[in-house]
């Protein structure tokens, strides 16, 4: 695969042109092959315009040419004159989390060349300068602009006007007078340099030893894995700035992943307080025009830091000397659609490529971590306690069979007495329930009709506010109707179970002169609606916090002192071998959010189920027995890590296609030894967007190379091309 420089030798003409395996960023199962121009010099990277069909198509050489068609049957592909190559390193990253994921090369290429614009030269544009000229007529709106100009900067007509605050007039005349000059610019404004001294911290004891050991690793340029483990609150972000500054040091670039978007806001003013500017950020929310700017800055080295989300992974780093992945747990990170990877993990692999270090933080690891890291095979770098005062919060549970609420409530007796104690102490609460909408379910109290989606095998969630019903799976919706639509009783429709709009509306009637805002990943509650609640939160313009799993993370609310936990029960979902973890997590990262300064916080945790393993660990605070007992369970299984899961799933129109499809590829997996294969089943959605689902499940032992028995599989047996056929190697949701 790997491809050294052919240069050409002796006389062009009696040459052969060289030809090259490209790379084209679409669905196909490999690289084809071209003939570059005469005397092009062939190196793996090299970002190329080759013919496809009656289109051009940017592709990369990616390697030797495969095949001995001839050179009159080849067609030609063309260097951009004057663009970068692509990094060798991002090319065999492609390579490896194709293979890893089964997914075709070209797919995983096309997250790279996701920025097109990004590889052409820069282009300019015009900005002014002090010019040679002294206009005859001198207004004090121009003597403002030329004094202001004579500082040697240069700057756009509307900067000038803006900042001289006269009319862009004004600043025409001087350049028609010749007293202002054109010069060019880049097109973007350079990125500004993070200042590891513009604020410095001191560390505490367990902090300064983490920090050590990765200011270590970094300086070493080398890869090493770390888990960064410590309580919420107890420093983790600080320990790994202290990373960031020494790779600063070195000159090296960072890329610091964070699960969600709506952790990014935070983040960067958290980054400017520490660095005095504001990391690059890459997410699938900027403008196409930033997309450009932060891609060449990221390929030019020019941006020392970026903060992103998943698809940073596939960022051309001009020189990576850091990867950390912030909130290592979080199942955000894994890519669900299109090629379907794990960004924690393939950060692992970056990294090993990179030869650089790689930093898991979290203070509810995942179970793979946390095994790896009690293992030996990453550094485990511990952090015990919250940093000064802060204290872990006191939980305790509340057993709803006793404290019986009214129908309709949802809010126990002690958790509306613990509320009404924050309020008049005038701290903060935040009341958490995974659930967006009003309800769950509406059901029909005459005929038993349950509201259910057109197009997939979920119920209608209730969004009372938008009078609607709606999908959470395909975004289907109906407003809500008057009547049954199966009996046709009128007012018979009821909302069954609570969402956090409905525990809102209780909570107004309870608490009328409180200050409440819901935050939910909603269509309602976008997530602008979002941000603001979690800003005014922050800025403690409002009491109460009432929201889904998006509260729950990363946020720093100082003055949040309650934290109440409206349904500890519905994490549980059957079948899904992490159900227990994820619970344990979320709870955790929910009471983490209580009592982070000074003041003490309290957890009350609602649940039907107070002697479940996961209730008991939140409750006494043991997250390691809790961990100790998982790890059990799935080494006795051979559940991951101690095995390796695969799931393929078949969907398509025609459910009897489907249906036969996965029967005739169960009865064709090869019989292996430490192989099992489960199914097929329908999914937990069957119908999925008027989709019909199965899954089929394979584990395999530790030593079995999973992806070659797939592949020997799937090339064995011809299916229905109605079906369409999904790998998931480590899959983390079993839907
Ligand atoms: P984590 O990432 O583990 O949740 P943070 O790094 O966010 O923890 O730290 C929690 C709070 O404590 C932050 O406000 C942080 O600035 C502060 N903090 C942590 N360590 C120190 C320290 N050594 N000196 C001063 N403040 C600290
Ligand atoms: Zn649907």
Redesign the pocket.
Known sequence: MKLAALRPAGDLLLQPAPRAGVLLPLPLSGAYDYKLPKGTNVLRGLLVSAPLGSREQMGVVWGAAEGSVGDNRLKEAVPFEGHPAIPEKLCDFVDWVAQYTLSPPGMILAMVLRSGRAFEPPAMRTAFVRGGETPKRLTSARERVLALADDGLARSVGTLAEEAGVSPAVVRGLIEAGALAATELPEFPPFPVPDPTFAT????GA?GEAADGLRGEVAAHRFAVSLLD??????????YFEAVVEALRQDRQVLILLPEIALTVQFLERFAERFGCRPAEWHSDLSSKERTRVYRAVMNGEARVVVGARSSLFLPFKELGLIIVDEEHEQAYKQEDGAIYHARDMAVVRGRLEQCPVVL?S?TPSLESYVNATSGRYAHRR?GA???A?TMPAVRLIDLRQEKAEAGSWLSLPLREAVAAALAAGEQSMLFLNRRGYAPLTLCSACGHKMTCRDCSSWLVEHRYRKRLACHQCGYEIATPPKCPECGAEGTLIACGPGVERVAEEFAVLFPQARVAIASSDTMHGPRETQAAIRAMAKREIDVLIGTQIVAKGH?FPQLTLVGVIDADLGGSDGDLRARERTFQLLHQVSGRAG?AEKAGTVLIQTRNPKDAVMAALASGDRDAFYEQERLYRERAGAPPFGRLAAIILSGHDGGAVTDAGRALAKAAPAAKGVKVWGPTPAFYHLLRGQTRERLLVQVERNVDVQAYLRTWLAGVKLSNKVRVTVDVDPVSFF
Do not use: F
Request: aromatic share 0%; proline share 0%; charged share 20%.
């Open positions: 911290v001191e560390l505490n902090q410590g309580v919420t609150g107890s420093g983790k972000t600080e320990v933080a203070a952090l919250r940093h000064g802060a720093h982070r």
